[in-house]
């Protein structure tokens, strides 16, 4: 376990070459991801057969030698578990079906989380199958960001409903906030009593929130997640990723209790170094399109990364999730121009 360098750098140790592993490692660009996904009959299905999510989960590390592996599962499995139905159209993104405020506030988290018992026999499924110097991740999203799936109805760039709704109707949505955190907490705990070495929160859709908004629905609820968690007697470390912050960053790594930070790609770099709480550790910011072009900009954008962080605990990874275009030679190049240097 103390071999294991992403956890040495969670611990607060700073390494001359840093932990790699990146965000939807396990997806689309991979041949053998698209290969495993044609047999599924559904998405929701993919995510709850132990056997395929175990076999996509390995794959970029039999191909690549990440240092981490991040269970394949999906931030929308909590409401489908709390009994909203959830679908995915191809070529769309997810579908949740139509309910009112009221209705989606009333639905309970108990039980969740052994709803979900499949995430856990996949985690481990992929620990027998990992290299014991290899991390491994269980995650879920955050509660704002899978409450504004459930009331948009899916995927939304401004999120105009849920937000409205924060506004307009503040007990009946913290109510759901609150109901989202218990049950991620305890689908958090479960997937650490299962063999995952960290713990990841999602909070996809953090940007532009108005500071009392973001107090109330971000960092609120996802205290309450690591409370709930570490009463549980749960240690693993916690990485937060509260994708599009901006300078809220800051109080999020500071209020929340969360051990380490991601950051996004469009995150100035000097102000994080200059303004992120020096002795935490942080992850991310290598803009996804530049793991497209590949070539010298990649190594260009992985050299500034690696001198702007050196000396501090630092993980490398991408501002976002690969994209499905990314060709996989360019993730071979990230990780030879990383490990050479």
Known sequence: MTERALLKVLAGESLKTPPVWLMRQAGRYLPEYRAVR??????????????????????????????????????????????????????????????????????????????????????????????????????????????????????????????????????????????????????????AKAGADVLKIFESWAEGLPAPLFNRVVIAPTRRIVERVRAAGITAPIIGFPKGAGPHYVRYAEETGIDAIATDHGLDTDWAVANLPRSMPVQGQLDPAVLKAGGAALKSEVSRLLDAWGGRPYVFNLGHGINPDVPPEHVSELLAHIRGR
């Open 38 to 191: 044609a047999q599924q009959p559904d998405f929701i299905a993919f995510c709850l057969n132990p056997q395929a999510a175990a076999e996509v989960t390995l794959q970029p590390i039999r191909r690549y030698g990440f240092d981490a592996s991040i269970v394949f599962a999906d931030i929308l499995l909590i409401p489908h578990a709390m009994g909203q139905k959830v679908w995915f159209e191809k070529g769309e993104g997810p579908r949740l079906a139509a309910m009112s405020l009221d209705t989606l506030s009333a639905l309970r988290p108990d039980g969740a989380a052994q709803k979900l018992s499949a995430v856990c026999e996949t985690l481990r499924l992929v620990r027998a199958g990992l290299p014991d110097s290899c991390t491994l991740i269980g995650f879920a999203g955050a509660p704002w960001t899978v409450a504004t799936y459930m009331i948009e109805g899916g995927g939304s760039k401004d999120r105009w409903k849920a937000r409205t709704a924060a506004w307009s109707e503040p007990e009946t949505f913290d109510r759901l906030l609150a109901n989202l955190a218990d049950a991620t907490a305890d689908y958090l705990i479960a997937q």
